[in-house]
């Protein structure tokens, strides 16, 4: 689930950020499978709230289907519906492949460890880590290539021996 922002501020903050940062990750991936065995390839995929149940997610998404060709007021009542269903946020994954091993790693989740302070899936609250913003106001770019270089050395770390 994406993080919770608290105020305009750090909403502010990581409008600027998030951008610059998913741009670093994807570059820095790129260099890593480079030298690597592992083959990657990029997928959308959608992240469903805890504990949605296959039946509902098939219903959601049969639903959004039916929206696209349907009537003004049918496109009403399949709204109607959607509002008290849970709605999956879209997400962007990269699988590692190697042989017959396969790892998911979710990029906005690297992003969101780049931008924030001691973020975890767990934690929803986050603060900006304002590091990553020099005195102008401005992305500091250098720490920024830092952090997301450590953040993408740690994925390829805890992939298994091969």
């Known amino acids: 689930m994406p993080p919770k922002i ?12 998030m951008q610059p940062a998913f741009i670093r990750v994807v570059d820095n991936l790129r260099k890593h499978l480079d030298q690597s065995s592992w083959k990657g390839t990029y997928h959308d995929v959608l992240i469903w709230p805890p504990g949605t149940t296959n039946e509902t997610k098939d219903l959601v998404t049969q639903l959004l289907q039916e929206i696209e060709t349907a009537t003004p007021e049918q496109s009403e009542e399949i709204k109607h519906t959607l509002t008290r269903l849970p709605i999956p946020h879209p997400g962007y994954h990269l699988l590692l492949q190697y042989q017959e091993q396969q790892i998911s790693v979710d990029l906005w989740d690297i992003c969101y ?48 021996e091969i």
């Open 6 to 17: 608290t105020n305009s501020t750090a909403w502010q903050q990581a409008e600027l950020l």
């Open 113 to 160: 460890q780049v931008c924030f302070i001691n973020y975890s899936s767990e934690n929803m609250a986050v603060d900006i880590d304002t590091n990553l913003i020099d005195e102008f106001g401005e992305v500091d770019w250098q720490y920024l290539e830092e952090k997301t270089k450590q953040l993408v050395k740690q994925v390829f770390d805890n992939l298994p």
